[in-house]
């Protein structure tokens, strides 16, 4: 591919020597579980969102896992409880919830912003749902002043699936005053697999929160369910953060602004520069601080995404689908599979995301955009 969908190395590379020496740190410092790296990784991202708490964890899988768990093990919520969440999110939305013996509700999205639709989530609430996990897809902030309402008119705890939204800040205030993803709920989940805006050397995660309770009953639990050595409150796991990925990520996350300002760069240029009327682009609106582009998604209608995407391949041009199956029609939600979400369905066949990460310049966008141009279909 002349243009690939994603180049991992290249994404790293910016950072080689200071990655480098933050791993010979920890190699030389023979803590190789928790200790200062985490504790340093966590006060950054509490900077950064304006969380009071942040503990770091395995993968963001784990971390939207835990802040379930901690929820049950602190009486809020119980097996059977239902759990708003977006039909079109990635898997591990839903593993969380169904993991934590919880029921997840899909709500579906509105088609203009790909994210939850907050004027279809009240039918979805019954006497048994407890939390809205919203999910900020592809970059972009699922949080409003209808959000905000029907959370606090129905009690619910809102969390925050901010796997691919680090450092997009909301135009809505959330619950507890902060703007920041990662501090507009009750707790946020964070994911740092390479491939997110901000990716560790390889699995890393994290949750953030301003519930002291919330945030002492996730680090117990994802430590043995252990608060003392050898005194264990809960049946716990191990879902501790590596100190080296602790220290990756102390070298990259001061860099959220810039990555993110540098996709918002790409993304305006494909917005301007994309003039093919088979596809089309991300709705603006709302755009500016609120979205990071995790991915810059657009929709080819008609039956003809696939081949569209055949032909950009043909031309060197890598591209992919985030997701082409949702995850009500997954073979392990066999069932869930009665259940229609209408836009969802239909915009998973009409989705093709175009590269956008670290290693894509902007002279690699204008000759993305021109061969798109050129495609006729
Ligand atoms: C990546 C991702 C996750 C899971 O994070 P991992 O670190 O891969 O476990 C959860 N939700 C969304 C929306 C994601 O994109």
């Avoid at 902030?141 to 691919?164: C, F, P, T």
């Avoid at 755009?287 to 039956?303: L, N, S, T, Y």
């Avoid at 199956?325 to 979400?341: A, I, R």
Wanted: net charge negative; with cysteine.
């Amino acid at each position: 591919m002349k243009y690939p969908f994603l180049d991992l190395k290249e994404s790293n590379l910016p950072y080689m020597e200071e990655l480098v020496a933050a791993a010979e740190r920890v190699v030389r410092s023979g803590r190789y579980v928790g200790g200062e790296e985490n504790t340093n990784l966590e006060n950054e991202l509490c900077s950064l969102t304006g969380s009071k708490y942040a503990v770091g964890v395995s993968n963001g899988l784990d971390a939207l896992r835990l802040i379930l768990r901690a929820y049950i093990e602190m009486g809020e919520m119980k097996p059977g409880d239902e759990v708003l969440v977006p039909a079109n999110t990635y898997i591990a939305t839903y593993l969380a919830i169904s993991d934590a013996g919880l029921i997840p509700v899909g709500v579906d999205i509105n088609p203009d912003t790909l994210n939850i639709s907050s004027s279809l989530i009240e039918e979805k609430i019954t006497n048994r749902t407890r939390a809205l996990m919203t999910v900020h897809l592809y970059g972009r902030v699922a949080w409003d002043e209808q959000m905000k309402n029907i959370a606090r008119s129905y009690g619910l705890k809102v969390i925050e699936d901010n796997a691919q939204g680090i450092g997009a800040v909301s135009k809505t205030e959330g619950l507890y005053g902060g703007f920041s993803t990662g501090n507009l709920g009750d707790a946020a989940a964070f994911s740092f697999y390479p491939t997110k805006n901000i990716g560790a050397l390889g699995d890393a995660g994290a949750v953030t929160t301003n519930d002291k309770k919330l945030a002492d009953t996730i680090r117990a639990l994802s430590n043995y369910g252990s608060d003392k050595r050898y005194h264990n409150i809960f049946r716990g796991l191990n879902c501790r953060l590596d100190p080296i990925q602790a220290a990756m990520l102390c070298v990259k996350l001061r860099h959220t602004d810039n990555e993110n300002e540098s996709r918002r760069r790409k993304a305006d240029v494909y917005m301007s520069e994309i003039t093919n009327t088979k596809i089309k682009l991300p709705e603006i609106k709302g755009d500016g601080k609120d979205h990071v582009w995790h991915q810059i998604v657009v929709r080819i209608p008609d039956g003809l995404r696939n081949r569209f995407m055949q032909r950009l391949a043909e031309e060197g041009v890598g591209t992919d689908i985030h997701y082409p199956v949702p995850p009500h029609k997954q073979p392990c939600y066999k069932d869930l599979q009665s259940e229609t979400y209408p836009y969802t369905e239909k915009v998973a066949e009409e989705i093709l995301s175009l590269p956008i990460g670290p290693g894509t310049t902007i002279e690699d966008v204008k000759a993305i955009c021109n061969i798109i141009n050129s495609i006729a279909l």
